[in-house]
């Protein structure tokens, strides 16, 4: 079985598609009835309310990006930091972290605000267009760390963790992470001699407020919604969305039907193909679970005697070296559910584990060879893949040290949400 | 029928009609993601600002959701576009690749073959059950999962056969 | 070869229920050693709430728990038993299961779903629990509030009939929902809310006692046709015992419970329950719903009431 799910998939087959195919083999030849492969799919994906959160928080991703709100929030952010040394570095640590209270994916905040700052970066040379690609994938990992979050919502979905929880577990490391970037990259701008950006003018500063308030506006509504009652997590999603069609249409006039039409369009094709991938997962987990593979991990853990933080150090490694060469979303849905009943009977804590996993596996991210966040920047901005990367070792060494400090700092993730009163 | 011929009369038409089959399919994937959305924004703006809680809404949403994945996975999205596993595929040479895209192609389309009989037995079976809400028979709602295997066996079908045929570069 | 047996269920390992299968398996294995092989499954990680049932009426699952509300949902003419104040404790159950009715009603699950239903299990009694304290006798007081219910008509149709405005919800978004005020109330048995931790974000518990509620132990039929009858009694036997330890389990624990949410401050409040009743199942009767059910039955099984329960209640 997984013989034949690593030989589809070397050939090029979808994962998604994949774990079904393996799977219909599997119970085709196993014996069981092959329907299986239609009911856990169906059952899976159609119970799970909050996998629709996916979809919606993707949706208004994209339409901020094509709305042109994430410019408005690029010229605020330029005024706000632009001064401090490595400016425009700066600035694209900072749209990260406000992109980030609105987006879910890391990958929307590089394809959106972040390929813009790229190209404002590498302008006249200003910095090393490694380094600016580096930069721009380095702090797009807060994007899914600070709330909303779409690979939380995965977590959640198959721990049975409470998605209001990992969202608040993921502030203070969000925060902490961009404190901690913004510090390396002025060392690095004092050593390396970045550029300071000119200050903008004091009159011209109400107008770029003013003009990006609406936008930084979203965030206020779409956490104050979600804890104080206005909706559940996944509504919020949706309320996002509409109020980002609101802003890119009406306050900015920014989005037409037509691009509208466009951006659905592409949200459609974007939701099938990472919902698919769920589907896949829900089937091979039904196998995985009927030849007692958890049961086997776990009691393998077991038989080690490991002490939690040995388990934890393994799963950092484990989960690293697969961030190199696998999908973020694969990981998620084949991988994880194998730990979590092991991680539960240790009694660790699984909101914590949520946080420091969702963390470790955004590192994986812009690790090559498998690195997304790499291949969309070049993409996009057409830097070569090799500067890229001799510019990533910096910033993967922080990232790094900070999943460190956060798996052995469990309270850095538990403390807003237990004062909050949610654990 | 392939790129390379002639565009006669029958072949011009054949190729328009694939356009507007496309496009129909995108509208379709289009409308069913609006209502999903749509269904949200009145479940909760009854149960916010009117407080009269709506009780199909979520049920709505959920049937127009899967619709939506599943008719786009089996209409919309080309097969490359899927998440894949590139490393390997991508280093290797294009007639590797013409290689290793029609194993995968074959094991799809054996696979959803096989699938499509026990799928139909399922949703026999789910006939007798209605949704919790809105009272639809199950086949019914589930009835876009035989769609999209069935679709993308197609799909599979129609790629291994440009695999074979002159313009197999395009496909890899 | 031993038999297969397959238990799937969607509680979680520390559930009295899932608790309760394990002594099923203990039980079994030592009336018939060498003859089964049970595994569990718990916390739905085979089958989800729901297509567990699925599962077992296709041969894909031996066992699992099944709920009158999904047995009524496919024969609609055994709705009366979901009806809330109809059972008034896990005795009446278990009297109904084993009288003529219960023989015709498990005949007839057996005939339409390819299910053996074995065993009623106790699961508590549905109360209500709400976000702030009010007053609430009756079923006019909660007018207006917004009680979280499960996802489906039949319940749905519960919250009306006890007078709320229900909400559907999925139970894991029940906690905040609760908290922020999404929902003003939820309905649950005692252990339930004490396991999902409810009363640190609500202020009152009233004792509607509107459902007392129970799910069956089932096995597939084909499975429980082929044992022979020695192996036919060993499970039975095994399921009764399980089911038995079960509910008195159960109910040692909701009484504990009373004083538990009181010393974290909620109010635990006793309404009119004559009150609740008759609106309740005047509620029910009236409605297009109990065209369906079996008539006569609601009266005898009202008969079947132990006594010393019937004269306990107002
Ligand atoms: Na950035
Ligand atoms: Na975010």
Not at chain 2, 65 to 81: D, E, G, L, M, N
Not at chain 3, 240 to 259: G, Q, S
Request: proline share 5%; with cysteine; hydrophobic share 55%.
């Amino acid at each position: 079985m997984l013989v034949l799910m690593v030989t589809i998939t070397i050939t090029g087959l979808p994962f998604g598609i994949a774990m079904i195919v393996a799977s219909i083999f599997y119970l085709f030849l196993s014996g069981q009835d092959v329907s299986l492969a239609a009911e856990n799919v169906l059952n899976g994906i159609f119970g799970n309310f909050v996998a629709l959160a996916v979809p919606l928080f993707i949706f208004a991703a994209n339409i901020m990006n094509a709305g042109k709100i994430s410019d408005r929030l690029l010229d605020f952010a330029l005024a706000l930091v632009g001064r401090l040394p490595g400016g425009l570095a700066q600035v694209n640590i900072l749209t990260s972290l406000i992109f980030s209270g609105m987006s879910g994916s890391a990958i929307s905040d590089a394809a959106g605000v972040g390929k813009i700052i790229t190209d404002m970066m590498m302008r006249e040379n200003r910095y090393p267009r490694g380094f600016a690609g580096a930069m721009t994938a380095a702090s797009a990992v807060v994007g899914p760390i600070f709330p909303p979050s779409i690979p939380m919502v995965f977590y959640a979905l198959i721990s049975s963790t409470s998605v209001g929880a990992l969202f608040l577990g993921g502030v203070v490391p969000a925060l902490l992470l961009c404190l901690v970037l913004g510090i390396a990259v002025a060392i690095m701008a004092k050593v390396r001699g970045f550029p300071i950006e000119a200050p903008v003018a004091l009159a011209m500063l109400p107008v770029i407020v003013l003009r990006a308030l609406p936008a930084l506006f979203m965030p206020v509504i779409l956490l104050g919604g979600i804890y104080s009652g206005a909706f559940t997590p996944t509504e919020a999603a949706a309320v996002s969305a509409l109020y980002a069609i609101l802003l890119a249409a009406f306050a900015y006039r920014a989005l037409g039907l037509s691009s509208f039409i466009d951006v659905v369009r592409e949200t459609v094709e974007t939701t099938a193909v990472v919902t698919i991938v769920l589907c896949g997962a829900f089937i091979f987990n039904y196998v995985v679970t009927i030849e007692q593979v958890p049961q086997t991990v776990s009691a393998l853990f077991q038989q080690l005697q490991l002490q939690p933080w040995a388990f934890l150090l393994l799963l950092n490694i484990l989960y690293l070296l697969l961030g190199c060469i696998l999908d973020v979303s694969t990981i998620m849905l084949v991988v994880t559910p194998l730990f979590i009943p092991t991680a539960a009977a240790m009694g660790i804590d699984l909101v914590y584990l949520g946080v420091v996993l969702v963390f470790n596996m955004m590192i994986g991210l812009i690790t090559p060879p498998y690195g997304i966040l790499l291949f969309i920047i070049k993409a996009l901005n057409g830097i070569p893949l090799a500067e890229l990367i001799r510019e990533s070792w910096f910033f993967l060494a922080i990232l790094v040290a900070m999943l460190t400090l956060l798996t052995y700092v469990p309270a850095l993730s538990l403390w807003l949400p237990r004062a909050a009163g949610m654990l | 029928m392939t790129k390379g011929a002639p565009s006669s009369g029958s072949a011009g038409a054949l190729a328009w009609l694939g356009t507007m089959a496309k496009r129909v399919a995108d509208w379709i994937g289009v409308a069913l993601f609006l209502s999903a959305f749509m269904g949200f924004l009145v479940q909760v703006f009854y149960r916010y600002v009117l407080n009269a809680p709506l009780l199909w809404t979520q049920e709505f949403v959920m049937i127009s959701f899967i619709w939506a994945v599943f008719w786009s996975a089996a209409f919309t999205v080309p097969i490359r576009k899927h998440v894949s596993f590139d490393v390997v595929y991508d280093i290797v040479s294009p007639e590797t690749r013409r290689v290793f895209s029609v194993i995968s192609m074959v094991a799809v389309i054996a696979a959803f073959a096989l699938l499509v009989p026990y799928t139909w037995d399922y949703l026999t079976f789910m006939a007798r059950r209605k949704s919790a809400v809105l009272r639809i028979p199950m086949d019914l709602v589930y009835g876009c999962y035989l769609l999209f295997i069935a679709g993308f066996a197609i799909q599979g079908f129609w790629r291994l056969i440009q695999l074979f045929g002159p313009s197999w570069r395009d496909q890899i | 070869a031993p038999i297969d047996l397959k238990i799937s269920v969607p509680s979680v390992p520390s559930d009295i229920h899932t608790q309760a299968l394990k002594m099923f398996k203990t039980d079994l294995e030592k009336a018939a050693p060498g003859q089964f092989n049970v595994e569990i499954y718990d916390s739905g990680s085979l089958f989800k709430q729901g297509a567990d049932t699925d599962a077992v009426e296709r041969g894909n699952l031996q066992m699992t728990y099944l709920s009158f509300q999904l047995i009524a949902d496919q024969l609609p003419q055994y709705g009366l038993l979901t009806m809330p104040y109809l059972f008034r404790s896990a005795q009446h159950y278990d009297d109904f299961m084993k009288s003529k009715l219960g023989d015709q009603f498990k005949a007839d699950v057996e005939q339409a779903m390819n299910i053996r239903l074995l065993a009623p299990c106790y699961l508590g009694t549905r109360e209500l629990n709400l976000r702030k304290q009010m007053k609430v006798d009756t079923p006019d007081d909660l007018k207006g509030v917004k009680m979280r219910m499960p996802d489906s008509d039949a319940w749905l149709f519960m919250g009306k009939a006890l007078g709320a405005n229900p909400v559907p919800m999925p139970f894991g978004d029940v906690y905040l929902g609760l908290q922020t005020g999404t929902i003003d109330a939820q309905d649950n048995p005692l252990p339930t809310d004490y396991a999902a931790k409810f009363y640190e974000v609500t202020k009152q518990i009233t004792m509607t006692k509107h459902l007392v509620d129970a799910i069956n132990l089932v096995i597939g039929a084909d499975v429980w046709n082929k044992l022979d009858d020695s192996q036919k009694a060993a499970v039975q036997n095994a399921a009764d015992a399980a089911c038995k330890w079960n509910d008195t389990k159960r109910k040692a624990e909701e009484d504990k419970l009373v004083d538990f949410f009181k010393s974290k401050g909620l109010a635990v409040t006793n309404p009119d329950i004559s009150a609740f009743r008759e609106h309740v199942q005047k509620y029910y009767l009236d409605s297009d719903r109990s065209k369906q059910w079996t008539s006569g039955w609601v009266d005898q099984i009202n008969a079947m009431a132990p006594k010393a329960d019937a004269s306990k209640k107002n």
